[in-house]
């Protein structure tokens, strides 16, 4: 060893004065108080007492440059990346996990237009593209009760990567974005997390589609959330192998299901007329399945809906088992959802084998690669959509889109077989007190009930074609997205096939 201050000499010294009993004046190996702040400046460090750490100041590599930035790649943020492209704007489309499609292809949800039944007057655009374009490919299965596909989860995959490419968006996956890069109030990209370390990725304009507001909560951006013991439940989503379809489709027809029997634990309110309406609902099974001692007496969270049957022996998307009070923004809830709701889905196999004819020699065949999450933050908005604008038919001078008048959750299932429908106003995508921001997806702007409207996977597409387009045409125009032209963003929108009025 070359270091003086270790040779053998020295250490023997040291040695020997403490046996001596001597103080030693000075350990040379001890650093001193400067080399303690030059290693403070270059390592994260905590104060003992504290209860957080400091990080130091960092040199950050730049990763790219574009125009129009968009995180997240579920429904919202393909068809953001998509429209932004189209309209002329470099984009970069940025996701945490390694594959597009969100909910559809991590949690393994495919009906992305099951509420479509007689009477629909629907959203035109990506989404419906997408749909379209997934059936062509032979990656879809028909949805039960009406004409709407069922999207295979793992197929999607193929669809998203297609599409992205064709348009020729610049893809980033396995990307977690961390923190923002602000000017000021108007923000100028975002940095990234992976295994290629933290990186910056610069950008004219940001659209935020992470389901969560992420980068719009990070920018400053006010939010609010639905109180937790209030929010929508989060479920863990599964797949079974070795159906006999045929039987099980059999007892479906025995045992016909409608929306008037969803949630016999719970009030349900519904307008009336989708109360005949078929539904592929497993509820009495399950507590038939209690009954025989299957299931613990106490667990009240497995019912629900299964959708896409193949040739091959496979249920998939099977939305049975569901957890209340997690919010989706605290690593320890989703620790503990995402393991209780593995370990519930052994109960609902069980009783799946022992009562629903044609499951009897199901087998487990995947989870979602990931817990499914309904509600979480939402921006506060230029504009919040209210429950009375999606009850009402609302209409807008900013509308980017249709949505028909079809709302889910918190105990309220009304289904769009009127041919009502309510515009979507820009406002609701415009973040307050941040610039060159913009949200879609299930994190706009809203209260509460709309929320049951504005989280369906076709409402998400419809708000992330509108940010693309309002970002593409606001650099086009050397505007922002506060003050951009909403008859332009309309025109533009129209040009790509979107149903404005
Ligand atoms: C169990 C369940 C059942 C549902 N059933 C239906 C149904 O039948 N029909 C329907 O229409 N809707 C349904 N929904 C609702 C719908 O799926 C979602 O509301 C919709 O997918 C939201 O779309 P999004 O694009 O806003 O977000 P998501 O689909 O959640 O996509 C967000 C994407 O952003 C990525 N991301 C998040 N944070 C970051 C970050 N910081 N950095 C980088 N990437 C990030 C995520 O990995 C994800 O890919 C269901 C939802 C759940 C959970």
Same mark, same amino acid.
């Given at each position: ?13 040291r ?8 103080r ?7 650093p ?14 905590? !104060?003992?007492d504290?209860d ?10 730049m990763?790219?440059k574009?125009?129009v ?10 068809s ?5 492209? /189209? ?5 970069i489309l ?15 949800m ?8 007689e009477? #629909?007057v ?7 593209? $997408? ?5 062509k +490919?032979?990656?879809?299965?028909? =949805? ?17 990567d ?5 348009a020729g968006v ?14 000021g ?5 975002? &940095? ?15 659209? !935020? ?21 209030? +929010? $929508? ?17 059999q ?9 008037a029997d969803?949630?016999?634990? =719970?009030?349900?309110e ?8 078929p539904?592929?609902y497993?509820?009495?099974e ?5 009954? +025989? ?5 106490? &667990? !009240?969270?497995?019912?629900?809906? =299964? ?8 249920a998939?998307n099977?939305?049975?088992?569901h ?5 989706? #923004?605290?690593?320890?809830?989703? #620790?503990?959802a ?5 370990r ?8 799946l ?6 499951f009897?020699?199901?087998k487990?065949r995947?989870?979602? +690669?990931?817990?499914?999450c309904?509600?979480?933050r939402? &921006? &506060? ?22 949505f028909?008048?079809?709302l ?10 009127t041919?009502?429908?309510?515009q ?11 610039d060159?921001?913009?949200v879609?997806?299930?994190c706009v702007a ?8 504005? /989280?369906?996977?076709?409402a ?5 074609q ?11 125009e050397?505007?922002?997205?506060? #003050? ?11 040009h ?6």
């Amino acid at each position: 060893m070359n270091d003086k201050s270790n040779d053998y000499k020295t250490r023997a010294r040291r040695m020997v004065e403490r046996w001596a009993g001597k103080r030693i004046e000075k350990n040379p190996r001890q650093p001193s108080a400067e080399m303690y702040h030059q290693r403070e400046a270059q390592h994260p460090f905590m !104060d003992q007492d504290a209860d957080h750490i400091v990080e130091p100041q960092k040199h950050t590599p730049m990763l790219d440059k574009c125009d129009v930035l968009v995180v997240g790649g579920g429904p919202a943020g393909l068809s953001a990346a998509l429209s932004a492209r /189209r309209a002329g704007a470099d984009t970069i489309l940025l996701e945490r996990y390694g594959c597009f499609g969100g909910v559809i292809t991590t949690v393994g949800m495919e009906t992305i237009a099951w509420y479509r039944y007689e009477g #629909t007057v629907d959203s035109e655009g990506i989404g419906v593209e $997408m749909e379209k374009l997934a059936a062509k +490919m032979g990656g879809t299965i028909k =949805w039960p009760y009406n004409d709407s596909e069922c999207l295979d989860a793992d197929f999607f995959k193929i669809v998203a990567d297609h599409l992205i490419t064709e348009a020729g968006v610049r893809p980033y996956l396995h990307s977690f974005a961390t923190e923002v890069i602000m000017e000021g109030k108007v923000i100028k990209g975002v &940095i990234t997390e992976s295994k290629s370390g933290r990186n910056a990725i610069l950008a004219k304009r940001v659209i !935020d589609c992470t389901g969560d507001a992420d980068i719009a909560h990070l920018a400053g951006a006010p939010c609010r959330k639905t109180p937790k013991e209030e +929010m $929508m439940g989060v479920t863990t989503v599964f797949s079974c192998a070795g159906v006999d379809t045929e039987k099980f489709l059999q007892y479906t027809r025995e045992n016909p299901a409608t929306y008037a029997d969803w949630g016999q634990t =719970w009030d349900q309110e519904t307008t009336g007329k989708e109360d005949h309406l078929p539904s592929p609902y497993l509820e009495k099974e399950f507590t038939r399945a209690k009954q +025989m001692g299957l299931m613990p007496k106490h &667990i !009240d969270t497995i019912s629900g809906s =299964w959708s896409a049957l193949s040739n091959a022996g496979e249920a998939t998307n099977l939305n049975l088992v569901h957890m209340n009070g997690i919010d989706s #923004t605290d690593v320890k809830d989703l #620790t503990r959802a995402e393991m209780q709701g593995r370990r519930e889905t052994l109960y609902a196999l069980e009783a799946l084998k022992a009562v629903v004819p044609g499951f009897e020699n199901a087998k487990l065949r995947n989870f979602g +690669m990931t817990l499914g999450c309904r509600d979480s933050r939402k &921006i &506060i908005g230029r504009y919040s959509l209210t429950e009375n604008d999606v009850k009402t038919q609302a209409r807008f001078n900013d509308s980017i889109s249709i949505f028909p008048e079809f709302l889910d959750g918190y105990n309220i299932l009304i289904l769009p077989t009127t041919g009502r429908y309510f515009q979507v106003p820009y406002g609701c995508l415009v973040p307050q007190s941040v610039d060159n921001l913009l949200v879609a997806g299930r994190c706009v702007a809203g209260d509460k009930i709309s929320h049951c409207a504005m /989280r369906n996977m076709m409402a998400c597409t419809v708000t992330g074609q509108g940010a693309g387009v309002a970002a593409a045409v606001s650099i086009k125009e050397g505007t922002s997205t506060g #003050t951009v032209d909403v008859r332009k963003v309309q025109d533009e929108l129209q040009h790509q096939g979107v149903r404005i009025w």
